[in-house]
């Protein structure tokens, strides 16, 4: 994992805890498990259950028994994870032995096939995958089929292995990094909300959007929106849990597009021979450096140590829940800025009372791209002052386009450097995905400098998840060429990687 900023320093710039793991042995080393059985369970779940128990304990995950596991009212304790092997009757659901609805992740172990078919179209798996979810009232689904078994996820994503157990590499490349990042709504307490404090934006910027998400409408790889209530519930009562869980939202929206406003950035500090006396020790650990009365960030590009004044940044973006390939901007659209790891939400002055605008589950990901741009620019300006890219976010901002799918090579515009494809998979809505987007832009940069290539932005793969394409292109430019390819292809369940070898 890179080291170019400090885990101290991702928590003062967005909010990220210092003790977040970010590579698999450290979420290998956080995790605590418990498996909770069905009372009727088949032989190969039996056998799967036994070698996934295993697995973890080779990995050096805590399994706990359920005495460990439980407070004295019978209920998991926050943190746990529980695996839940079989088939279970409405009364014997996890989900009725958790204190909140956010304190777990539950994973359900079918021994079915996955309800997936190979001639399913990327909307139709979607929505079989969370209709599974909804029903079992699990985060995960594990199906195991003969000689094969599956993850399945709530953004959608299915990853297939080969055999009929896990083995430990397959927890802790694949399993253990999603046990350990729950997909969860924003809370409240973690942004300030401004209703209609959000003015209509220019029509070439409604425009952009507009024509973005139609150029996209076409493509079945860009997954729409899942709606909560066409799925199917045991009752009534699992329907308001999921109701409450996704935040009172219509559903699960899956990509996004967003314009970063314009940001002038100033030029960081080049350390070697600037005569400030800062040793590497305190530049490596220390979420900040003060000088002068102004705050800096030190950040580590080639071996050489910079210092970068974060500044204020801001993003127009698609409201959760809307369908992003029939934009209404007037209603769509929302505001989101970020100034030192504080977010602020604004839904669009005029707003319908009716209309439910909430913040995307991708909100601090989003932001962390913007940051990330606004890193670049500075840098730049005082290391490559020729390069254009801190000139064009100035004065133009940057677009960035988020779907469940990969490009192909001949989709990656010249000036863009790819990274991530061998960083944990996780969904863009955990903490991990908001370092993994700033430090990766940390590395696209070293990519172009090292080519002395002039950086115009970057493709951040995420694995099992999608991609995100951030740069100087309008929303309009990416789709088409992105669109104009073959590229945002459906995941590919079979290699779980990007095409590539760039």
């Known amino acids: 994992m890179s080291n170019s900023i400090s885990p101290a320093s991702l928590g003062y710039l967005l909010g990220i805890s210092p003790s977040t793991p970010l590579e698999t042995g450290d979420m290998c080393r956080k995790l605590q498990v418990v498996f909770f059985q069905a009372e ?14 295993n697995a973890c304990k080779i990995l050096g995950i805590r399994v706990l028994s359920q005495n460990q596991a439980c407070r004295s009212d019978g209920k998991f304790k926050p943190g746990v994870v529980v695996i839940a092997p079989g088939a279970f009757s409405d009364e014997q659901l996890v989900i009725n032995r958790v204190s909140t609805l956010y304190s777990n992740i539950i994973v359900g172990i079918h021994d079915e ?5 190979e001639t399913s179209l990327p909307q139709e798996k979607l929505d079989r995958i969370v209709g599974k979810l909804a029903w079992e009232m699990v985060h995960i689904s594990i199906y195991i089929a003969g000689d ?3 993850i399945c996820t709530m953004n959608g994503g299915f990853v297939r292995f080969e055999g009929s157990c896990p083995l430990p590499s397959d927890v802790l490349e694949t399993l253990a990094p999603k046990l350990t ?6 809370k409240p307490s973690s942004f300030n909300h401004k209703s209609g404090a959000f003015p209509a934006e220019s029509p070439e910027v409604s425009a952009d959007f507009a024509e973005c998400g139609r150029l996209w409408s076409s493509n079945c790889g860009f997954l729409t929106h899942t709606l909560r209530e066409d799925l199917k519930y045991r009752s009534p009562f699992y329907r308001k849990i ?13 990509g996004f597009f967003a314009r970063q406003q314009p940001v002038p950035a100033p030029p960081a500090i080049r350390l070697k021979g600037s005569g400030h006396g800062v040793n590497e020790r305190e530049l490596k650990q220390t979420p900040s450096i003060c000088l002068e009365n102004r705050h800096y960030v030190p950040v580590k590009v080639l071996e050489e140590w910079l210092l970068v004044e974060p500044v204020p940044v801001s993003v127009i973006t698609t409201r959760s829940g809307c369908r992003k390939t029939s934009l209404n901007p007037a209603t769509d659209l ?12 604004m839904t669009p002055e005029g707003l319908p009372e009716n209309t439910v605008s909430r913040p995307s589950f991708d909100t601090r990901t ?3 791209h913007a940051l990330g741009n606004a890193f670049i620019s500075s840098i730049l300006l005082a290391i490559r002052p020729s390069w254009r890219f801190p000139e064009i976010l100035a004065c133009k901002g940057a677009s960035m386009t988020h779907w469940h799918g990969y490009p192909e090579t001949s989709a990656v515009p010249e000036g863009y450097f790819v990274h991530g494809r061998n960083k944990p998979p996780v969904s863009c809505s955990t903490p991990q995905s908001a370092a993994y987007s700033l430090l990766g832009k940390i590395e696209a940069l070293e990519q172009a400098l090292r080519k002395n290539q002039e950086y115009k932005g970057d493709i951040h793969i995420e694995p099992n998840h999608g991609t995100n394409i951030v740069g100087i292109h309008t929303l309009t430019e990416t789709a088409m060429i992105v669109n104009g390819t073959r590229a945002a292809l459906p995941l590919d369940p079979e290699t779980r990687s990007f095409k590539s070898d760039e």
């Open 40 to 53: 009727k369970n088949t032989p190969r779940l039996q056998c799967f259950t036994a070698s996934l128990m």
């Open 113 to 117: 096939p996955p309800p997936l078919t």
């Open 148 to 150: 094969s078994w599956t």
């Open 181 to 186: 990042a729950q997909v969860t709504p924003p």
């Open 242 to 254: 999921v109701a409450r869980y996704l935040d009172q939202r219509s559903g699960m929206s899956y």
């Open 334 to 345: 929302v505001a989101i800025s970020l100034d030192k790891a504080r977010i602020t939400f």
């Open 366 to 368: 989003i932001l962390s």
